[in-house]
């Protein structure tokens, strides 16, 4: 069974800072990964997906994940943090055989931006 | 596009009372979702649809059905409403073939409250 664990439910970072939130997952088969945001109040909006093109997957707003195998790990960074970037976030894996398409997503991690 | 639109976007219940929530894509999206989400809980699959007239049983279908007569519909029922139903609901659609990586697209979200 496919299972994803975001470590941390809330982030805080400066304006300007590095921004790391960590997604780990677990899966049987060779994943499909997913990174969404979801601003107060809305639906969630997909940053940025892994499909084993590259492992180094850029997204939008400057976000950026890597994929790492041995590490079972699909962190999201972002080097510069912006008051905009204030939200949550999701991590997500699908199993590429199909399984109708069903993503598993992790609890999330609250990003908060000070000035 | 519109996208995946729900309606509506709020709505109070009283215990026992019924409801329906509609989603609807326009992007001919073969698959259909339906989430709810809690604080600390991610987002949960409730049932979901892999074409017209299929559904299929999520992580937490109890208390909760759903209908999928035309392709870019799919309904959310809930028949007696009960205070642990309070939660947000998202609509998602997807489609299916090469490309796709299983990535979802998310409606705004409806805001139920049961009291």
């Known amino acids: 069974a496919q299972s994803v664990t975001q470590l941390g439910s809330h982030v805080s970072v400066s304006e300007g800072a590095l921004v790391l939130l960590r997604c780990n997952y677990s899966?049987?088969?060779?994943?499909?990964l997913f990174w969404y945001v979801q601003y107060p109040n809305q639906g969630l909006q997909l940053l940025l997906k892994?499909?084993?093109?590259?492992?180094l997957v850029k997204g939008i707003n400057g976000f950026e994940a890597e994929f790492k195998k041995s590490e079972t790990s699909f962190h999201l960074t972002k080097p510069s943090a912006h008051m905009s970037d204030a939200a949550e976030y999701f991590c997500?894996?699908?199993?590429?055989?199909?399984?109708?398409?069903?993503?598993?997503f992790g609890k999330g991690t609250k990003l908060s931006v000070k000035p | 596009n519109a996208g995946v639109t729900q309606t509506p976007k709020f709505r109070v219940l009283k215990t026992g009372q019924s409801m329906t929530l509609l989603c609807a894509q326009d992007?001919?999206?073969?698959?259909m979702y339906w989430y709810r989400q809690d604080p600390g809980m991610g987002l949960r699959l409730i049932h979901y649809?892999?074409?017209?007239?299929?559904?299929a049983k999520g992580e937490v279908p109890d208390g909760y059905n759903v209908s999928r007569l035309k392709k870019q519909n799919f309904l959310l029922g809930l028949e007696s409403a009960a205070p642990s139903q309070t939660s947000v609901y998202f609509c998602?659609?997807?489609?299916?073939?090469?490309?796709?990586?299983?990535?979802?697209?998310f409606g705004p979200g409806t805001r139920l409250t049961v009291l």
């Open positions: 998602a659609s997807s489609w299916t073939g090469v490309g796709s990586y299983n990535e979802q697209f």
């Open positions: 899966s049987s088969v060779p994943p499909y």
């Open positions: 892994y499909t084993s093109a590259a492992t």
């Open positions: 997500a894996v699908s199993d590429r055989r199909g399984s109708q398409g069903n993503l598993i």
């Open positions: 992007m001919n999206h073969e698959y």
């Open positions: 649809s892999v074409g017209e007239g299929t559904t």
